[in-house]
């Protein structure tokens, strides 16, 4: 699987890398550069969706990120041959004698006594503790996602599935095979009592916070729950443990063994406050979910399970996930739409389309079939009345109003699949899913103008088809204006997935710079692009520790955060700004005397048979304008490291207010960037200015966006 998708990542990895080199300015042009806005002129819309989301778990994007569960490895599958992120509380090893041991209920040739254990059909596999000889206490420890956060004055809830025993004669059926593990010893059964819960540090020296349940004898499994909350003066830190412990000898099995700390409103099963507050901040119109690769997953087998990720977490399975890990499902399909809705953000559903990403696909006929169905299933659960079987899962899941979506996308980047299948499996769904719900508009993974051979000819034309585009930031200001030239009669553009691809874990300035340029290039064509959405969106930034691998997969993300804190990138900011300061019509603009500067050459252009270095600007712009509020959103980029005038014309305008607001992004060097200790060294700054009229200029600093928020009447 790992393989899988590092061959796809790698690929575009590579591709960035051939094309960077040294960052080379020429001035090819002294004259003042101009910019002409012209207000005369109508313009066209902006797309009402222009800018929104792209989610998928990578990176510990849920897991150990904005799902707000701490305990990770919660069910115990994370890795099938041992505990991960468990380990045995032992303190008094003279006087104590204690094991833990993964009971992996589904796997033969283990004793009956050892696979008896399941509660369901989706949790299956426990941890047994084992405490033959107690002299203090003994217990299991979690480790979370890169430690624990505590905080001061804070209340997390605990709950955990136990049960208490003795050993129990190992059982066979005659015909089962002779077991390879050794009995247990004869342990004495003194379960029933106090169970301590704690968060404490990892030494064990200062518990943070601590509470009891008192475990009653049976020989069933029981769910037990607490409050755990710390004091006031406790120190913010992640240097932290979740123990459970008894000292008492016996045989103590557990499963389902959560701690969330306080989420989002309070959701139950919610999300982490500060990276969703980060969200509802960027008022995102749409998100597109649940992926990406992670859609998909690696074999046919692996593709996101929405229904085993609905309803309370004892029954979800978790899957095998597309990105190294497993992911516990705990954010499932309602938790994803309940996402949308803090955001006020419409989803935007990628459906499984019978293609994984070791390569193989289902052919579009009979057995597609399922997969369209389970589709059109999904749809139900999202858009259906509470008379429909789906709608009425989703009212019983605690959300009787339907959501509102529009879009639905078939598969994720099919282009991959170079056998040609997707014009019949894209066929098979559109029409499927138009006939049930004639008001939904299915997007099409595979570019036209990217993959010619590949597009979707059968029947009617998609209406949209979804791009993406991975680049470095010379290849974000060569191509910015790369929209100017599309048709306009053809499918509408979706660019479901971009990003400027420099600086890690999170993007640097120079990413930053290459983002709002390429951004000017959507926002100006939005009549044609009518949705955009940058990923991945999410980075666990945490590095390789003894027990736990480096959180992330994929370089050059959004949002980074540990257990205990977040940031953004100044990509981030980019992305936040871009979509506030934003009119509804497009304002038609040009430029003169832009100077450019020698865009490296690429192995890629030596293989392309180019040997003289391409001229790309140096300045980026977009406008547009608010008509209700009368007000115009210029956004301009410099690129290079020196001052730049710009004479900026409104032409049209009889009346401008002298005053306006200024918000840039800018900084010293295009490698600066924000990180985890400095999060806040690239960030907007606003400012009143004045001196604005029909023709005013304005120097621009040196790597640096700037958003012009300028009255145009009264
Ligand atoms: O964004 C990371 C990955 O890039 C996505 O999962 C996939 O769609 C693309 O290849």
Known sequence: ??????????????????????????????????????????????????????????????????????TRNRIFKDNPSKPEGWSLVNEDTINSKAAIKLMATTQDNVPYDERRHAINGALQTCLRLTVEKSGTRVGIANEGYWGIPV?????????????????TEPFRWPWEPKPTTPPLPDIADNTAGPITVTIESNDGKTVYASGTVNLIKSAFWKKYELTLTTAADVKPTTDARFVISTNRTGLYYFNLVSLFPPTYKNQSNGFRPDIMQMLVDMKPKFLRFPGGNFLEGPLITDAFPWKQTLGPLENRPGHRGSWGYRPSDGMGLLEFLLWCENMNAEPVLGVYAGYSLNGDHIDAGPLLKPYVDDALEEIEYIIGDVKTYWGAKRAAD??????KMTYVEIGNEDWFDRTGSYDGRFTQFREAIEKKYPQLICISTIADAQYPNLKVTSGKKP??????????????????????????????????????????????????????????????????????????????????????????????????????????????????????????????????????????????????????????????????????????????????????????????????????TLIVIKGDKPEDTNTITDPQKIVPVTSQINGIGPVFTRTLDPYSISILQIKTAK
Not at 398 to 403: E, L, Q, T, V
């Open 1 to 70: 699987m790992k393989k899988i998708t590092l061959q796809k990542s790698n690929f575009k990895k590579l591709f960035a890398a051939l094309s960077l080199s040294a960052f080379i300015v020429v001035y090819s042009n002294a004259q003042t550069p101009k910019l002409t806005l012209d207000l005369t002129k109508p313009g066209n819309n902006v797309s009402p969706m222009l800018y929104g989301l792209m989610t998928e778990e990578i990176n510990h994007s849920y897991d150990g990120g904005l799902y707000a569960e701490l």
């Open 398 to 403: 605690g959300h009787p109003a339907p959501f």
């Open 151 to 167: 905080k001061p004055s804070t209340a997390y809830r605990a709950s955990f599935y136990i049960k208490g025993t003795a050993r």
């Open 463 to 660: 209406a949209v088809l979804d791009e993406h585009y991975y680049r470095n930031s010379w290849a974000m200001w060569e191509n910015a204006s790369q929209y100017d030239k599309y048709d306009r009669k053809g499918p509408k553009i979706f660019v479901g997935e971009w990003a400027t691809r420099e600086g890690a874990p999170t993007t640097n300035l120079n990413a930053a710079l290459g983002d709002a340029a390429w951004m000017t290039g959507m926002e100006r064509n939005s009549d044609l692009i009518i949705m955009s959405c940058y990923a991945p969106l999410f980075v666990n930034v945490n590095t390789a520790t003894a027990t736990a691998p480096k959180a992330w997969q994929w370089d050059s993300d959004l949002i980074g955060y540990n257990a205990l804190n977040s940031f953004g990138s100044p990509s981030y900011y980019v992305q936040k700004l871009f979509s506030h300061y934003l009119g509804n019509k497009i304002i038609p603009a040009t430029a003169e005397n832009i100077p450019t500067q020698p865009r490296p050459l690429t192995r890629r252009d030596s293989t392309d048979g180019i040997t003289k270095a391409p001229l790309v600007p140096t300045v980026f712009y977009s406008a547009t304008r608010d008509a209700k509020s009368e007000t115009i959103y210029l956004k301009i980029i410099n690129t290079t490291g020196k001052q730049q005038p710009l004479e900026i014309n409104l032409k049209g305008i009889a009346k401008v207010s002298q005053d306006a």
